[in-house]
């Protein structure tokens, strides 16, 4: 068994608490924290840092980030949130008159509201994450000829729930429609291949189960539909520059997911989120992902019992790092803040405690919880 007893000396949330909130926020590992500060402090005293190293800290990076998600580095961009992702891919197809897209009815916010506000005009059809995971066919009800997208998230904020993205992702091929992935509640904390599942665009910020800074996270595009898309959010750095001696001759566009860049980037995210994950592919995401799935199951099998409703499945193949319960006829409200007190962070969503553990997390830790539910 691996032994993960090293990595809890990076997080210094676990000085105080025991930390279930990853769902939430994750704590940022030490050296994200030192490299930040150095990067800060260079800045400071320099005034300027070269663009040919922000850059290679930008290309090195995307390597890691390539390498976690199975996809190409040219597939992969960098935006301030998951949120700006779900945006430029809805920016970047090319609607018409008369289409529809499928959402979750059920979705966070994120991969919804752009959706409502973005496109006021185009039929809105919807699904359950409860539909997909019961039949992910249920699609083929809700398509026809004006299907342009479809919008999903990989794992449900509330109920846990990982949906089948290679099977759908298969659906909407077979039927030339977009496919879109928030993957924000399972990007870290399971593996996902998208050189395998192959969706159109996949978005998913850093300071989750990612375990990196805040304004800084991943936008995926397929390298088979980057020369379709309608041009959007392309700015002076969305062209091919070499050096900045001559500004004024015209550049051609990146033919990359870089060309969404279209701007100065967020370096001191970058250089954070690369320590995050160079500890994820230190320790290997299959390990992760088995440490994650083994305390999930731990938990549920700790309250599998008439006393508490779970939401979440029981399967292991169909949910991530969210454990979602309550304790009937027990005030949740109350029961959150019992464990707030005591040290345990966690979150409160819809009247359900949501468990959300990590790798560097313990039975012992979730022993503790469980000690506290009267």
Known sequence: MFDFTKYRKLFLATEKYVYLNHASTGPLPLPAVKAISDLAIRYSGQG???????????????????????????????????????????????????????????????????????????????????????????????????????????????????????????????????FIIDGMQGCGAVRIDLNDIQPDFFSSAAPKWLLGPHGIGIFYVNKNVLGKLKPS?????????????????????????????????????????????????????DKITSQVLDLTEYLIQKINNPEFEIITPLERAHRAGIVSFRKKNTDSIKLFNKLKENNIICSLREGYLRIAPHFYNTTQELDRLIELIP
């Open 48 to 178: 300027s840092i070269e663009w040919q190293e922000y850059e290679a800290l930008s290309n090195s990076t995307k390597n890691l980030i390539a390498k976690l998600l199975n996809a190409s580095k040219d597939e992969i961009c960098f935006v301030q949130n998951t949120s700006q992702g779900i945006i430029y891919a809805i920016n970047s197809i090319p609607f018409e008159k008369g289409d529809n897209v499928i959402i979750l009815k059920d979705a966070f916010p994120t991969n919804s509201y752009p959706f409502r506000f973005l496109l006021p005009n185009v039929e809105k059809r919807y699904v359950t994450s409860k539909d997909l995971i019961d039949n992910p066919g249920c699609l083929l009800k809700l398509i026809d000829k004006k299907t342009k997208a479809v919008s999903l998230d990989w794992v449900n904020f509330l109920n846990g729930i990982r949906i089948d993205a290679k099977r759908i992702s298969q659906i909407c091929k077979e039927n030339n429609i977009y």
């Open 233 to 285: 959010n392309i700015g002076w750095l969305s062209a091919d520059w070499d050096d900045f001696y001559d500004i004024l001759t015209p550049r051609k566009l990146k033919t990359t997911a870089s060309k969404f860049e279209e701007g100065t980037k967020n370096y001191l995210g970058i250089i954070g989120f690369r320590e995050s994950l160079k500890i994820f592919d230190e320790i290997g995401i």
